[in-house]
């Protein structure tokens, strides 16, 4: 049997890392930690950082390269078969480094249940009949960083927010009945396709950590400079990690 904790671990910055997290960390017998293209390495050095940081015990450490998400085709289609891939990795590792069984952690950014799919790709090794039990720790969501880097309320009083994609937002338009809209994995600046007019906007990069960079103000004004801050940003690090929030005048 395995048991696999996914950990919410926030943006990277270790003060983002609950007690639930650092105990469930040392309990595990292997942290798997996952490789990209050479641009994000900074990515798996916050990770070995955040593992250096709380290790006490004997907790072995193991890295391995992620496959690569192909960009071409339907998107669906490709994040399914992107999935199917890293399950198999994760099942390679978990062969080699826990052939008897143990207690496996995986560290996850933000929080394994807002918009990333760990929980799913577990779902897939279950599925393919290996003993698994899942359990979550929560960690800081981006939204949370977000609201707390501008200090400010994710909503509106008695009003509901809606969570979605930069995807959706550029081919679907602004949702109705709801004057506030968090955006995630919006690679396109989506926000750049609505009528700016009477809307305001929340934007973070990096959030918690120290390259962290907010833009705050009304849409019209402050789109293009998000747009060329967020590309010279890319550039100089060769990845970004940003959200936003975007709502309508007139929400009280």
Request: contains cysteine.
């Amino acid at each position: 049997m395995i048991d696999l904790q996914l950990i919410g671990i926030g943006t990277g910055n270790p003060d983002h890392l609950t007690r639930a997290a650092i105990a469930a960390m040392n309990a595990a017998d292997l942290i798997l930690l996952p490789r990209k293209r050479d641009a994000t390495s900074d990515l798996i050095e916050l990770r070995r950082a955040l593992c250096a940081s709380v290790l006490t015990g004997a907790t072995r450490v193991v890295e391995f390269d992620l496959p690569e998400r192909d960009a071409a085709g339907d998107y669906l289609a490709a994040v399914g078969d992107w999935h199917g891939a890293i399950a198999a990795c994760w099942a390679t590792q978990i062969a080699a480094h826990l052939p008897d069984g143990g207690r496996l952690a995986l560290l996850v950014w933000g929080d394994p249940s807002l918009y990333d799919s760990s929980l799913r790709i577990a779902e897939r090794l279950r599925d393919g009949g290996l003993a698994l039990r899942i359990s979550v720790i929560p960690g800081i969501t981006s939204l949370q960083a977000l609201t707390a880097a501008h200090a400010i309320p994710l909503n509106t009083l008695a009003a509901p927010v809606l969570i979605t994609t930069g995807r959706r937002l550029r081919t679907e338009g602004w949702p109705d009945s709801v004057d506030t809209l968090a955006l995630m994995l919006d690679g396109d600046c989506a926000f750049t396709a609505l009528v700016p007019d009477g809307v305001t906007i929340w934007w973070g990069a990096y959030l918690g950590m120290p390259q962290q960079v907010l833009v705050a103000g009304p849409l019209g004004e402050v789109a293009q400079s998000i747009v060329e801050r967020r590309a010279a940003l890319r550039a100089t690090h060769g990845w970004i990690m940003d959200t936003y929030l975007l709502r309508r005048t007139g929400a009280a």
